[in-house]
T-cell receptor
Framework: EDQVTQSPEALRLQEGESSSLNCSYT??????LFWYRQDPGKGPEFLFT???AGEEKEKERLKATLTKKESFLHITAPKPEDSATYLC????????????????FGQGTILTVHP | GAVVSQHPSWVICKSGTSVKIECRSL??????MFWYRQFPKQSLMLMAT?????????EQGVEKDKFLINHASLTLSTLTVTSAHPEDSSFYIC???????????FGNGTRLTVT
């Protein structure tokens, strides 16, 4: 069974204090790893897709990296507007090598950035 | 970018009544859409995969007669919660992808409260 575990559950940072969020996964065949941001009462907003170990993606203050067992979301000099829940999800290869688009989500990390 | 619209954003209904939620892909055609459910401070749980022109595929433990899904066109999927009860109160989110290589994009969710 595919499993995705995110840590920490909650993270409080001061504005400008860089840190990293972790996403560990156990899957039978990784098709892609996705990072989303979710604000309260809203649907998840797509951030990154990573496909293979060693891959990195960047967007403004965020940088996502991927190994064979985990992914990190690095936040550099965060601002209060970066406060949100960050979700990690994996898409796996289905039977016969197909991909159905089904995502398995982690529990999320609630990030709070104080001014 | 891809946009998924969900309506209504919130609904309050009485126990025993049915509620319909719409999910539209605004700028692309989606042969497959996904319906998720999210409880407070928990992650997204896939309920079912909606397939255009065919029956939906439900995840284990999800009652197909209670959560009716109709994917009438390439841009519209609906979820009907039939004979709703207070335990059905939750945040329902739909998602869609342009093609198998594209990331899932989510609607803004529907907050259902059954009184």
């Amino acid at each position: 069974e595919d499993q995705v575990t995110q840590s920490p559950e909650a993270l409080r940072l001061q504005e400008g204090e860089s840190s990293s969020l972790n996403c560990s996964y156990t899957v039978s065949g990784l098709r892609g790893l996705f990072w989303y941001r979710q604000d309260p009462g809203k649907g998840p907003e797509f951030l990154f897709t990573l496909y293979s170990a060693g891959e990195e993606k960047e967007k403004e203050r965020l940088k996502a990296t991927l190994t064979k067992k985990e992914s990190f979301l690095h936040i550099t000099a965060p601002k209060p507007e970066d406060s949100a829940t960050y979700l990690c999800a994996v898409q796996t290869v289905g039977a016969g090598g197909t991909s159905y688009g089904k995502l398995t989500f982690g529990q999320g990390t609630i990030l709070t950035v104080h001014p | 970018g891809a946009v998924v619209s969900q309506h209504p954003s919130w609904v309050i209904c009485k126990s025993g009544t049915s509620v319909k939620i719409e999910c539209r892909s605004l700028d692309f055609q989606a042969t497959t859409m996904f319906w998720y459910r999210q409880f407070p401070k928990q992650s997204l749980m896939l309920m079912a995969t909606s397939n255009e022109g065919s029956k939906a595929t439900y995840e284990q433990g999800v009652e197909k007669d209670k959560f009716l899904i109709n994917h009438a066109s390439l841009t519209l999927s609906t979820l009907t919660v039939t004979s709703a009860h207070p335990e059905d109160s939750s945040f329902y989110i739909c998602s869609a992808r342009r093609d198998d290589h594209a990331p899932l994009h989510f609607g803004n969710g529907t907050r259902l409260t059954v009184t």
